[in-house]
Nanobody, 121 residues
Framework: QVQLVESGGGLVQQGGSLRVSCEAS????????MGWYRQNPHTEREVVAT???????EYHDSVKGRFTISTDYAKKTVDLQMSTLLPGDMAVYYC???????????????WGRGTQVSVAR
């Protein structure tokens, strides 16, 4: 099993910055992908940014140039630095870890409980 604990988030004025962090523990394989997803009451959960254990990062088009994802492989943490926040960024942000035992296995997703990011106009 894998446990994910999120921290950070909160309320910020439009145009401001926030950082959310996540620490993973448990049975984590050498290769995995960690990332951040978000969901609000009006949308389905969507990917915000992901980063693989080799450091390859990908971003949703709406956050490119504003958000930066980073990871500490040794500590099994992933951070999301969010800048120039917009009302559309307001959501519950969920930490995710995706891994598989080997190339013959399917991926398993693990989720944190989520942390609220609110943006005031």
């Amino acid at each position: 099993q894998v446990q994910l604990v999120e921290s950070g988030g909160g309320l910020v004025q439009q145009g401001g910055s926030l950082r959310v962090s996540c620490e993973a523990s448990g049975s984590i394989f050498n290769e995995y992908i960690m990332g951040w997803y978000r969901q609000n009451p009006h949308t389905e959960r969507e990917v915000v940014a992901t980063i693989s254990s080799d450091g390859t990062a990908e971003y949703h088009d709406s956050v490119k140039g504003r958000f930066t994802i980073s990871t500490d492989y040794a500590k099994k943490t992933v951070d999301l630095q969010m800048s120039t926040l917009l009302p559309g960024d307001m959501a519950v942000y969920y930490c995710n870890l995706r891994q598989r035992k080997d190339v013959f296995s399917e991926y398993t997703d693990y989720w944190g409980r989520g942390t609220q990011v609110s943006v005031a106009r």
